[in-house]
């Protein structure tokens, strides 16, 4: 069973997420903020992070690039989930080497296709450009 820590600031979409993924078979964790992100990474072992890009204090980003940068958690997924929808948003989020990037809103499926692509090392901007 794969383990996912979720790292949304705002509790009914972190709820939500958590809902749909530990109905499709995924272990489930959550975090409310970047700073709470890194402690439940070391904790839990994820084998992917699904993380808003905007979050209070430490951003998504800046998890992201913590992550890839230590040896300890480089191999850990990050898959973001954000509203931003912009080109300099995407750029920035693969800058800080995520693998997969999904817009809000999303349907069940597109999460579901987001997260199992992301797990299986298939890298990709965005869910309309990869179909």
Same mark, same amino acid.
């Given at each position: 069973?794969?383990?996912?820590?979720?790292?949304?600031?705002?509790?009914? !979409?972190? =709820?939500?997420?958590?809902?749909?993924? &530990?109905?499709?078979? *995924? =272990?489930?964790? &959550?975090?409310?903020?970047?700073?709470?992100?890194?402690?439940?990474?070391?904790?839990?072992?994820?084998?992917?992070?699904?993380?808003?890009? !905007?979050?209070?204090?430490?951003?998504?980003? =800046? !998890?992201?690039?913590?992550?890839?940068?230590?040896? %300890?958690?480089?191999?850990?997924?990050?898959? *973001?989930?954000?509203?931003?929808?912009?080109?300099?948003?995407?750029?920035?989020?693969? =800058?800080?080497?995520?693998?997969?990037?999904?817009?809000?809103? *999303? &349907?069940?499926?597109?999460?579901?296709? %987001?997260?199992?692509? !992301?797990?299986?090392?298939?890298?990709?901007?965005?869910?309309?450009?990869?179909?």
């Amino acid at each position: 069973m794969n383990r996912v820590l979720v790292v949304e600031d705002e509790d009914d !979409v972190r =709820e939500l997420l958590k809902t749909i993924l &530990t109905g499709n078979g *995924f =272990e489930v964790f &959550t975090a409310s903020s970047g700073e709470e992100a890194l402690v439940k990474v070391v904790e839990v072992e994820p084998d992917l992070v699904v993380l808003d890009l !905007v979050l209070p204090g430490l951003s998504g980003l =800046e !998890v992201c690039r913590l992550l890839k940068s230590k040896e %300890s958690t480089r191999c850990v997924k990050v898959l *973001f989930v954000s509203a931003l929808d912009r080109d300099v948003d995407l750029r920035y989020a693969f =800058e800080a080497e995520c693998d997969g990037y999904l817009v809000k809103p *999303f &349907t069940v499926a597109e999460l579901l296709l %987001s997260v199992d692509r !992301v797990l299986a090392s298939e890298k990709f901007l965005k869910l309309s450009e990869a179909a």
